[in-house]
C-alpha cells in the first residue's frame, strides 16, 4: 500500500432538477441536486471520490470548507490511512480555527464530510473491498477506535459499544451471506413529490405498486387540505396492508404538527418525517408522545453525533434518518450507528439526491452485518435520480439493493458527467443559459 496523498481536487456539480421539481417538497420548492465533490490523489495513481449533498446555491460554501479542511489531508500515506481511519478524521478536525466555524457542524462539517467519505473510498480501493465490507471486516475494537467519544460517553461507553459489537461477531457471516442473497428493502419517494399534480401523484403511486413496492413516502406540509386529498388518493392508491410515511421537511410547529397528524391516521401513516425543526429535541419528543403509535422519523439534518445522542436518549426518534454526508463523514456514521443500537432505534438514512443511495447502502449493509445483527423495521430510501452519473450506481433487485462488490465508497462520478454538470461552466448549465436567451 504505497502512496501519499498528494492534491485534494474539488469541483462544484450542479444537476438542474429543479426542472421538472424533482426533489421538490414543502420546504425546497426548486432543489437544484448538487455536491461538493472531492477528489483525493496520491503518487500512486489512486483516487479517493466523496462528496457531500447541497440543493444549489451555497454549494460554493460547502466547496470552500472542503478545500480548506483538505489541506490536512496532503502527506498522509494510504498505509497510516488504513491503519488508522478515525485517527485521520480527527486530524482533519484538530485545526481549532476551522473548528470555531461550527464547531462540528454547517458548511464546515459539510466540507469535513466530503473529505472523509473520499478517504473511505480511496481505503476500499486500496484494500480492494467496498466500504461496506472494509467496515464488516474490522474487529469490535477497531470499530470502537473510529469514533471520538469524548461527548458519546455518558450514554453510551466504548466499553458497552465494544460488548455490543462483540455479541453480533458470532453472526456475520450468516448475514453478510444473507446479504447477497436477499438484498437490502427499500422504499420509494420517487411518487410523492409535492409539486406533482393528483394525477401524476396517483399513476406514480399504482406504478410503484406494480413494480413491488410496498412502502412509499409523500411530502406533505404545505396546505393539510391538500395533504389530506393527497394522501386519501395515494392510500386508494397502494391499497391497504403497505407502508405509507409522510415526510413535512421542517414546515410546522409542534401543535401544527400533531394536527396534521390526526388529520392524516385515517390513512394509516407509519412515521412523520421532520416535522418540525431539526435541531429542536424537545419538540420531537412531545410530537412523539403525542402522535404515538405514529412513528417520528428524523436524523437527516442532523449534523453531528451529539445531536442524535439527545435526540435518541429523549426519545424524541422513532426512526433514525442518518444522513451519510451532512455528519463528519463515514466515522461519525459510525458513532450514530451504534447509537442507534443501544435504544433499539431502526436505522432508515436518508438517500435520494446525488448519490446518497450509493453512499448509505453501505452504512446500512454494514449496521445489518455487525451492529444491529437485524433488518427489521429497516429500510433504505430510495430515489430513482442520477444514478446514471456514478461509476459504480446503486443495483436493484425488485425493490431491494444488492450489495456493492467494487471497491471503494460507490461515490465516483463519471469524469464525463463532472466534466458537463460543473457549475457554471459544465455544457448542462451553459447550454441552459443559452436556451434562456
Known sequence: MHGVIVDVETVDLRFPTSRALDGSDAMNEAPDYSAAYVVLH???????????????RGNELALAAAEAIGRRARGWSIAELVADPGGFSRHLQADSQLRWLGPTKGTIQLGLAAVVNAAWDLIGKAVGKPVWKVLADMSPQQLVDLVDWRYLRDTLTPEAALAMLEEQLPGRAEREARLHEDGYPAYTTSAGWLGYDDDKLVRLCREAVAAGW????????????????RCALAREAIGPGRRLMIDANQTLGAADAVRWTDALKPYDIWWFEEPTSPDDVLAHAAIARAIAPVRVATGEHAHNAVMFKQFLAAGAMGVCQLDAARPGGVDEAVAVLL????????????????????????????????????RRDRMIEYVDHLHEHFADPVRMRGTSYLPPTRPGYSAEILAASRAAYAFPHGSAWTDRARDAS
Open 214 to 229: 410496498d412502502a412509499i413516502k409523500l411530502k406533505v406540509g404545505g396546505d393539510l387540505a391538500d395533504d389530506v386529498r
Open 339 to 374: 447509537l442507534a443500537a443501544a435504544h433499539d432505534v431502526p436505522v432508515c438514512p436518508h438517500a435520494g439526491g446525488v448519490g446518497l443511495c450509493e453512499l448509505v447502502q453501505h452504512l446500512s449493509m454494514f449496521d445489518y452485518v455487525a451492529v444491529s445483527g437485524t
Open 42 to 56: 496520491t503518487d500512486a495513481g489512486l483516487e479517493g471520490h466523496g462528496f457531500t449533498f447541497t440543493i444549489g
